[in-house]
């Protein structure tokens, strides 16, 4: 009986930790960038001149200028709006963010064959960056509110999920606050 106890305990044990250990936030790199560390000159070796630079907006579209934005059009293989985050004074990555075109959406299925399927569902309301303490007070609507988001935190990275079943965004942040 006790021999059994102790296996139940063992086991559920390192259960938690292989979960929390998949939750980790990993730094993630995309096409040789390293966020956190990667500088806008590498930026532009990697994806040449943007076709668009300035300052991003923010929930209300005020310009934030502790951040500048270089956004591409196909580049790195990638089909779409690439957009480069870095900080302004020292031009280090921080978040890059792909958007297929609308005319021509990424299917989700499509999504999950590149990136596999070690991500964590997050509801809309929640966003892809919750806290611990948010999430178990969440109460789940009855309906599914989108975009909804698929978290996977060994790659540092998330996919916006729309109504038709569409990778609306792929989004690679340094952390997930």
């Known amino acids: ?26 730094v993630p790199t ?23 630079y300035g300052n991003p907006e923010d929930e209300y579209d005020n310009p934030d200028k502790n951040f500048i934005s270089y956004e591409y059009e196909n580049v790195g293989g990638f089909e779409g709006r690439t957009v480069v985050i870095m900080k302004t004074r020292s031009g ?31 509801e809309s309301a929640l966003g892809p960056c919750s806290t611990a303490k948010v999430i178990r007070s969440f109460k789940r609507p009855e309906r599914r509110e989108h975009p909804f988001f698929l978290v996977y935190p060994k790659k540092g990275m998330y996919i916006a999920v729309d109504e038709n079943n569409n990778a609306r965004e792929i989004v690679y942040m340094r952390r997930c606050p």
Not at 1 to 26: D, E
Not at 30 to 52: H, I, M, Q
């Open 92 to 122: 280090v990555v921080t978040d890059i963010s792909l958007h297929p075109p609308y005319q021509k959406p990424l299917p989700l299925k499509q999504a999950l064959e590149v990136y596999g399927s070690e991500y964590v569902e997050r």
């Open 30 to 52: 995309y096409k040789c960038l390293v966020f956190g560390k990667s500088n806008k000159d590498e930026v532009k070796r990697t994806f040449g001149e943007p076709a668009w």
């Open 1 to 26: 009986m006790k021999a059994k106890f102790w296996l139940s305990l063992s086991l559920l044990l390192i259960c938690g930790v292989a979960s929390a250990q998949t939750r980790k936030w990993h």
